[in-house]
């Protein structure tokens, strides 16, 4: 993965720097808390309904053992013992002391991390597929693209201040979108053009939230080269014309609407006609340099260990199902991708102990070159495992919680920290999330119904991206009571999809004979072996409306 | 007579004063002394303004400076407002007047202009700046030079950092 050179240290030593005094000076009353808002939330730091939240910044979700082994220091020193995975790829500390931070962000900085630009209205972090560089089917690795944007975009002088938040994306596998690349302010899907060139499908104006869209394709193929000087177009036109009159109006997908996206494509292609020659377009030697830190880890020539895989699965029936769950096809024969779930029942989706941090960082160190990637489900991944360690890796990390065979399964709930800890939230949602985990707890009747995701957000703010969930579940305040709609049909995959709305909301105590049923319309009503979701398609909302409200 | 910032963070006093848009049906009465008077009044009466080293414009956030195209360089000073701080359109306006219309005299920030920012206006394009009176003028220097290096290209230098590192 990426190593920082002196520049980039330099340029981190000095925003510690910066966040130091600007913290000095709001302590000291110089700086109004309206003032200060602006740039602590640059600097990831939320004033929540307990403590200050600081989000650190995983760009693109990687990380190294060595960088765990600092979070759960940090954890422990500056905070209770424990870190939460985002739906973003980034870490949340959820009780550190205001005064803490800037010692907080000079400990992240000697392990080359930092939290920029993790919250306020600016450009977020990039994610992208926790399968980039190992899976079988993508155009490209994504990543260097990733880290090309993230240099882009950080402290980009024109556009700390936009009219609201703004987040990027890039998918480059062919038949799967990990990285929900339609519901982004823009989603950069890799493809190859007819002449076999390298360049990317452009979708702008997706997103979640009060409004949710998938975003339209406003260009059909961009240039390798060009990516820099068109997104500076796009953001510019955003910049200049974005709503800034009403919050809820201020992202940039109001604005494709109000123009529509042909009439936005031509201002960003009006406006980029200045700017592609520009010396921000990318060099050959810029990408390259870049690409040279995403190279293949020192993989030993081992073969595929098919037959032995499949005489462990057939003596030991707990592995087969993990192995069938959580492990994933790699691109280099005798490797496999291993996802370690964080979703045991009990524990709120994405949470970690200090000593699970390390834990994860032992494993990355003993079975996967010292890296791992968080993905946007709140997992982490060990993307090179070999399989002939797959039964030791699997022996390992039972006890520590994170064997749970449930990987895109209904269970595996995508869940925002909801009313128990953030300010924003109208309803809790781990609860909910536990009581459903509680309610299918057959693992047998789990991998019958096959892959569905369901997502939990406990407000508007769609945080759990209850949206493209093929259940999603959205938390409502009814005068003060705690009230959760259900939509269904959602997906964030290349069929990128909103959910519809299933009827009037439902009660907490409700939501697991709620989920029993619609999963039950589903049993009845499926194919052999089709999903959730292409049941949904093919039926419609009206089966699951009559069962659940007769 | 109140204090302009220099983009080296040099503080001095400054005598041009922003004249505000006169209400509907008013005429523009203009003070002793150099004058920012709003951009489309300067247009309206170009004839009259062009060449004067003491009438210079100012743009509202929303103002679009493709209004000036051609004729930036006849105004000694521009100035553009930023209403509210988090207000970020002034920093595209900035460039778009340096890098696309070419334009090379005082380009001056006035509003609500905090310490803060002063960084990002720099690397915009302004050279000159009306930080708010409850501020302390004297941190400016610092607050304009936290960085010594940048990843990208903006008015300030047209080599973005993988560039330099190619060569």
Known sequence: MYVYDEHDRLILAERVAQFRDQTDRALAGELSEDEFLPLRLQNGLYVQRFAPMLRICVPYGMMRSGQLRRLARITRDYDKGYAHFTTRQNVQLNWPALEDVPDILAELAEVEMHANQTSGNCIRNTTTDQFSGVQVDEVVDPRPYCEIIRQWSTFHPEFAFLPRKFKIAVNASEHTDRAAIQVHDIGLQVVKNDAGDLGFRVHVGGGLGRTPMVGPVIREFLPEHDLLTYLEAVVRVYNRYGRRDNKYKARIKILVKALSPEGFAEKVEAEWAHLKGSPTKLTAEAIERVQAYFTEPAYETVADQSDALAKLRFENKAFDNWVGRNVDSHKKAGYAIVTLTMKATGTPPGDVSDRQLEQIADLADQFSFGEIRVTHQQNVVLADVRQDQLFELWQAIIPMGFATPNLNTLTDIICCPGGDYCALANAKSIPVAESIQRRFDNLDFLYDLGNIDLNISGCMNACGHHHVGNIGVLGVDKKGEEFYQVSLGGSSQHDATIGKILGPSFAQEDMPDVIEKIVDVYVKNRNDEEEFIDTYRRIGIDPFKERVYA | ?167
């Not at chain 2, 340096?98 to 915009?124: H, P, S, T």
């Open chain 2, 1 to 167: 007579m109140p204090d302009i910032i220099s983009k080296d963070g040099s503080i001095n006093a400054d005598n041009w004063t922003v004249v505000a848009r006169p209400a509907p049906g008013d005429s523009l009465d203009l003070p002793e002394g150099p004058v920012l008077i709003p951009m489309d009044l300067w247009i309206a009466g170009q004839e009259h303004f062009s060449g004067r080293t003491d009438v210079g414009v100012w743009l509202e956030s929303h103002d679009e400076p493709e209004a000036l195209d051609g004729l930036v360089n006849e105004l000694p000073v521009i100035a553009v407002n930023f209403p509210k701080f988090s207000d970020g359109r002034g920093y595209s306006i900035g460039r778009l007047l340096r890098e696309r219309f070419g334009y090379q005299n005082e380009l001056r920030a006035i509003g609500d202009v905090l310490l803060d920012q002063l960084q990002f206006m720099k690397r915009c394009g302004f050279d000159a700046y009306a930080l708010r009176e409850d501020k302390d003028a004297s941190k400016a220097a610092a607050c304009l030079n936290f960085f010594s290096n940048s990843y990208q290209a903006a008015t300030d230098t047209d080599v973005p950092l993988f560039r330099r590192r190619a060569s």
